[in-house]
T-cell receptor
Framework: AQSVTQLGSHVSVSEGALVLLRCNYS??????LFWYVQYPNQGLQLLLK??????LVKGINGFEAEFKKSETSFHLTKPSAHMSDAAEYFC?????????????FGTGTRLTIIP | DAGVIQSPRHEVTEMGQEVTLRCKLI?????LFWYRQTMMRGLELLIY????????DSGMPEDRFSAKMPNASFSTLKIQPSEPRDSAVYFC?????????????FGAGSRLTVL
């Protein structure tokens, strides 16, 4: 079984500041990890994913995340926040990537950017 | 959401009425997922299909909810009778092959309001 915990339901950062959104997972098998972003009145869009290989993964819009097995974490970062980054972010985990698996989502973190 | 088309985008109905939400997959896929999103409960998996067969419907709230997938590119989620607590955004999703990995790809959602 898999589960995800996102620390902080709301995060506010100033424009140009570092963005750090935290995600910890629990999985009984090697996990596949994902970050999704949801803009108002839209569906979820994939930001980045970790399946196998390099533990630092880069996604769209300048975001990246690092898989740390020892810490069971997959935190999302961006060096410099932009106003357009304001959205809700979801971390998700699955136990395989065969195409028929279901994802378990965290409760989401709403990111606000302060001008 | 290019691969997943949902209709209607918005539905307002009165308590007791039947509601049918539709999902069309643009190209052939093996899997289809129905999620519900509310402020209180976040993103919940209701049911998912693999090769048109329901694999896990443990997330379906109660007998008022039913889902069908009559062919590989179409599914419906029906609520009969609807209740105000069913008000939510309902998302359909499927797995798309992106950069060598299967990625859950969402439609834009159907926003349901039950008065």
């Amino acid at each position: 079984a898999q589960s995800v915990t996102q620390l902080g339901s709301h995060v506010s950062v100033s424009e140009g500041a570092l963005v750090l959104l935290r995600c910890n997972y629990s999985s009984s098998v090697p996990p596949y990890l994902f970050w999704y972003v949801q803009y108002p009145n839209q569906g979820l869009q994939l930001l980045l994913k970790y399946t196998t290989g390099a533990t630092l993964v880069k996604g769209i819009n300048g975001f990246e995340a690092e898989f740390k097995k020892s810490e069971t974490s997959f935190h999302l970062t961006k060096p410099s926040a932009h106003m357009s980054d304001a959205a809700e972010y979801f971390c998700a985990v699955s136990g395989n990537n065969f195409g028929n698996e279901k994802l378990t989502f965290g409760t989401g973190t709403r990111l606000t950017i302060i001008p | 959401d290019a691969g997943v088309i949902q209709s209607p985008r918005h539905e307002v109905t009165e308590m007791g009425q039947e509601v049918t939400l539709r999902c069309k997959l643009i190209s052939g896929h093996n899997s289809l997922f129905w999620y519900r999103q509310t402020m209180m409960r976040g993103l919940e998996l209701l049911i998912y299909f693999n090769n048109n067969v329901p694999i896990d419907d443990s997330g379906m709230p109660e007998d008022r909810f039913s889902a069908k997938m009559p062919n590989a590119s179409f599914s419906t989620l029906k609520i009969q009778p609807s209740e105000p607590r069913d008000s939510a955004v309902y998302f359909c999703a499927t797995n798309l092959r992106i950069s060598g990995a299967n990625v859950l790809t969402f439609g834009a959602g159907s926003r349901l309001t039950v008065l």
